[in-house]
């Protein structure tokens, strides 16, 4: 290994500029969206268009700047990638604001989601700032899996914990309603990638062959086991069929990942088929949620019934390929239009179009999250950005699944585009944290004067004995 | 507003919102197919090129970067070099700069070299491996003070 400063064959540039370039497009996005919605809801460009836009400019380019000094050979999609998505998003919250305003509903979510934007893109500058080395991250594998559980249990608390529409996933502190599954879900990759690290070997290599597929060793189903036991205790006591899907498809794609053993997989996938057969017959509302998506239209008028979901694919059906444009769709019939089912809001007013490229902006970010994951020198960086990526992955499939039809709805928000600040600053610390893997990642190998091979001389080492 | 106005607008958006896709798309093929490929690469073995630069005037070390490597717990605990002699080779060799008398440790065992501000360091196909923290190398590795690096049954550390 003399060479491995040249593992992938080339040097990667600092692309900088052409990231600038493409944080200029993206502000184009999130700023000509928003006089869009002025022009469309109201007939005249917004008042207030200038200074919005400069803010997020503001915003940006703080973001921008600060990855240019701490983290100059980081990716350079991601953060245009991010910043498109969440400035369209801010102005369609805005769009739903307006509507709410008239109908005189509560109407200052888009006011609220800038805040949140805004602390995220702080949080985002400081992880940067702080964490010089994603592998410092590693020491901290089994206090992160501590906290992360710790996070998941705090809803249960009798002074904090709050059930909002349904599902017991917020703290209440001062005032603010937070969730924080949200957090935790970094926090557990952090915990699963410094687990996984140290134990693949021995998840990998060990277990015997039945056909075709190589089954793991009973002793080792531990962490598998625990891990499906905290995602049916999600789904059971929190009542939330999204986050429980979440986190068990995050431990079994990173487990896969780490040991490249499909073994795990059907395992995994058993467990799961399990579960999810034990949750329809005894959870009441998975049952529900089946028999919506496969006859939506029976349950319309019924309580509960299907009624946001039929409303949904009414808009999406009629926003029709380019949509019908800012102002004119009923948006606001779905409830939950700005949260969830923001992207049946994005397809009935600006069409097929608009909706095929969010998804495959995601799907970009995907790319991005694989593509470091492959670069990066180190396993735990390597697994980190794979665990990153599958989350982004996983809620997108999760959530427009669900609000297009295709599988059973699930409560998540949509990465960056829904109205909702856990969610939100969550997101761009997951952005801080794969430019940081992906800086190291990027960034040349040292170059090492080769040494000379002055003889042979292993004979007389010792080889340390294993067991 | 005209109806016409309004369906230009929203067409001039979704043209805005795929020229952003398109860019970001095509940036990254030119990551994949224009990054530079070093000649060393290209010749496919390790060119000795470097030899013939004159070395870089020794720098003014910043303040907080670490100054020795020593030896913490084996069998020579308390042997230390200086990074300004930098790459420090260690192992069990008479030409090491840390020379231990460890059976685990082979003659040319690994290397401590900077790179810019960063410290790196490098198994040279040893018997036992390097372990920087818990994990084994294959790849230089970047250390920093108070990092400890395994060879054989010795650790070593950067100090300042």
């Not at chain 1, 869009?36 to 007939?43: N, R």
Request: hydrophobic share 50%.
């Amino acid at each position: 290994m003399s060479q491995t400063g040249t593992l992938m064959g080339f040097v990667h540039r600092r692309r900088r500029g052409a990231e600038l370039f493409l944080l200029v497009l993206a502000l184009a996005v999130g700023i000509g969206a928003y006089a869009a919605v002025g022009l469309g809801v109201e007939g005249v460009v917004p008042a207030d268009l200038v200074g919005y836009g400069s803010w997020l400019t503001a915003l940006i380019v703080a973001a921008h700047i600060t990855v240019r000094i701490v983290a100059p050979y980081a990716d350079p999609v991601l953060l245009p990638l991010v910043a498109a998505l969440n400035g369209l998003g801010l102005a369609v919250i805005r769009r739903l604001d307006l509507t709410y305003e008239a109908l005189g509903q509560s109407d200052t979510f888009a006011r609220q989601q800038l805040t949140w934007m805004t602390l995220g893109v702080i949080l985002f500058i400081v992880t940067l700032v702080l964490l010089r080395d994603h592998r410092v991250l590693q020491r901290f594998t089994y206090t992160a899996g501590l906290l992360g559980i710790l996070l998941l249990i705090l809803p249960f608390l009798p002074v904090i914990g709050r059930e909002i529409n349904g599902a017991r996933i917020w703290i209440n502190v001062a005032g603010f309603s937070f969730q924080p599954g949200e957090v935790a879900k970094v926090l557990l990759v952090i915990a699963f990638a410094g687990y996984l690290v140290l134990h693949r070997d021995a998840l990998a290599l060990a277990g015997r062959r039945v056909v075709f597929i190589d089954l793991p060793r009973g002793r080792d189903l531990g962490p598998i086991l625990a891990m499906f036991g905290v995602s049916m205790m999600i789904l059971v006591l929190q009542n939330d069929l999204g986050s429980s899907l979440l986190f068990f498809g995050l431990f079994l794609t990173m487990l896969y990942v780490a040991t490249e053993r499909p073994g795990w997989l059907v395992v995994g996938g058993l467990l799961f088929g399990a579960g999810a057969l034990a949750a329809y017959t005894f959870v009441g509302n998975v049952q529900n949620r089946f028999n919506f998506w496969l006859h939506p239209m029976d349950y319309y008028d019924a309580s509960p019934g299907s009624y946001q979901l039929v409303e949904a694919l009414f808009g999406q059906g009629w926003g029709g390929l380019i949509g019908r444009g800012f102002g004119n769709g009923f948006p606001e019939r779905v409830p939950f239009a700005y949260s969830d089912f923001i992207v049946s809001t994005i397809g009935e007013e600006l069409g097929l179009t608009a909706i095929m490229a969010i998804i495959l902006c995601y799907g970009l970010i995907v790319e991005r999250a694989l593509r470091i994951a492959l670069i990066s020198r180190d396993g735990f960086g390597k697994l980190l950005a794979v665990g990153l990526g599958a989350i982004v992955a996983l809620q997108v499939f999760v959530v427009i699944g669900g609000v297009t039809g295709l599988i059973p709805l699930t409560g998540l928000t949509t990465p960056f585009l829904s109205y909702g600040g856990s969610s939100l600053v969550a997101n761009w610390v997951i952005v801080a944290l794969l430019l940081r893997v992906s800086d190291q990642a990027r960034r040349p190998a040292p170059r090492l004067d080769p040494v000379d091979e002055a003889g042979s001389d292993s004979e007389s080492t010792q080889v340390v004995k294993l067991r | 507003m005209s109806e016409l106005t309004l369906f230009l607008i929203r067409i001039a958006f979704l043209a805005i919102l795929w020229i952003f896709v398109l860019s970001a798309i095509s940036v990254i093929r030119s990551d994949m197919f224009g990054a530079r490929v070093p000649e060393t690469a290209r010749n496919g073995a390790p060119a000795p090129a470097r030899k013939g630069k004159a070395p870089k005037a020794p720098r003014k070390p910043r303040r907080g970067a670490p100054t020795h490597l020593l030896v913490v717990e084996g069998e020579n605990p308390g042997t230390r070099a200086e990074l300004a002699d930098a790459p420090l080779l260690i192992g069990r060799g008479s030409d090491a700069a840390i020379k231990l008398d460890d059976d685990y440790v082979s003659t040319r065992h690994a290397r401590v070299a900077a790179s810019g501000d960063e410290w790196f360091v490098e198994d040279l196909g040893s018997t036992n491996g390097t372990y920087v923290g818990p994990v084994r190398i294959t790849q230089p590795t970047t250390i920093g003070p108070g990092v400890q690096v395994r060879v054989g049954k010795t650790i070593l550390e950067l100090r300042k």
